[in-house]
């Protein structure tokens, strides 16, 4: 098949998670053989300093057609008004090139909006993944509900990344939705045997964005709480953000600093490393779209403690973890304490084969090729 894929932008060195979710599903695709063209509409601020204008490359056997164009914060139909146009000359140029699409498929609610606004007259399946958070959020921020209510109905399938998008799609916004994952790189994150050997201090290891959404603050406290209880233990936390400051002043204010370790940003390897000698990962995060920290201990074989909040629910059970309410500190010290006696009885080899079939990327293109095909047979 040869598939257009409408999205934000695509990974460079210098913004490594610009357009990552896209980029993994066009990599997966074109190793399967499709001939995926990349349409990459990157209205971004100037401050994201990148080329500007029309670029053509090819990247991991995918065809990149980008339009960079420095917008960032205006008014929303100006944001919208170039979106579509930029789309529209890109898919113009991308006919005249490669030929024609058998599949659009749009990421995120803008893209999908631009698509459905600039492509929807030629009559090609257009198929969106939903990635949005905002789309889950107990109030929606109007103008992303407008075009959400307008973008849904127009799109031919509609894709969500968890299974609380896809309740909210169903009991917001009236439309029925597939559950496809996101793939997950988990080449550095994978089971390793030194796993297995008990650890003299029980560790509990926390990967996020130093932030409010996160749950840190109610991590440390509850952490503290149970070291009381378990002093062979310590708390390894990656990740930095505005409540840095903060959180170190927590831990100072508990007398837990040698105890708890924030280590800042690392790299993929660093941090599968300490996962996989860790025994329990745990995230007290308030909402997630997907979760993908979750998905990179259980990668691990790491068992996990994680909320309900909005993403874990689609892979952490009773086999790998405990799920638990958002900001239910009870529940989090209890689940820590559970875990202390019961982490070394988990399946760990079964936990990391478990996820890396689930969100592999022959898995998850398998998933996208079986859409594409459906939609085919349903316009010929």
Request: aromatic share 10%; hydrophobic share 40%; charged share 25%.
């Amino acid at each position: 098949m040869r598939i257009f894929i409408v999205c934000r932008g695509y990974p460079t060195s210098k913004y490594v998670m610009n357009g990552i979710f896209e980029f993994d599903q066009a990599k997966a695709l074109a190793a399967r053989g499709h001939e995926v063209i990349y349409l990459a509409i990157d209205l971004r601020s100037i401050r994201r300093w990148r080329h500007w204008g029309r670029e053509s490359l090819k990247k991991d056997s995918v065809n990149i057609e980008a339009i960079n164009i420095p917008l960032g914060r205006v008014p929303q139909k100006i944001l919208h008004s170039f979106g579509k146009s930029g789309l529209s000359s890109v898919f113009k140029q991308c006919v005249k090139k490669y030929g024609k699409p058998d599949i659009i498929h749009a990421h995120f609610t803008d893209s999908a909006y631009f698509a459905v606004k600039a492509l929807k007259k030629y009559d090609f399946p257009i198929i969106m993944t939903e990635h949005n958070s905002g789309i889950t959020e107990k109030v929606i921020y109007p103008h992303l509900k407008t075009i959400a209510s307008f973008t849904y109905p127009l799109c031919d399938k509609i894709i969500v990344v968890s299974p609380s998008l896809k309740q909210t799609l169903d009991e917001t916004f009236d439309q029925k939705s597939d559950y496809i994952p996101n793939i997950v790189d988990v080449g550095a994150f994978r089971f390793a045997k030194h796993s297995l050997d008990l650890n003299e201090i029980f560790t509990f290891v926390s990967i996020g964005g130093l932030i409010p959404r996160k749950g840190m603050d109610i991590l440390i406290r509850q952490f503290s709480k149970f070291h009381s209880e378990a002093p062979k233990s310590k708390l390894i936390i990656f990740g930095e953000g505005s409540e840095q400051k903060s959180l170190e002043q927590l831990i100072e204010e508990f007398k837990i600093s040698e105890h708890v370790k924030l280590m800042g940003l690392r790299t993929r390897h660093e941090i599968a490393s300490v996962l996989s000698s860790s025994d329990v990962f745990v995230l007290a995060s308030k909402n997630e779209t997907f979760g993908v920290a979750y998905i990179e201990a259980l990668a691990c074989g790491v068992p996990v403690i994680a909320t309900t909040c909005g993403g874990p629910e689609g892979f952490v059970h009773e086999g790998n973890g405990i799920l638990i309410p958002v900001d239910d500190e009870k529940a989090l010290l209890e689940a820590m304490n559970t875990m202390y006696d019961k982490a070394s009885t988990y399946d760990r080899v079964k936990i990391a084969a478990e996820i890396s079939e689930k969100f592999s990327p022959d898995s998850v293109a398998e998933q996208l090729e079986d859409v594409y095909r459906f939609e085919l047979r349903n316009i010929q």
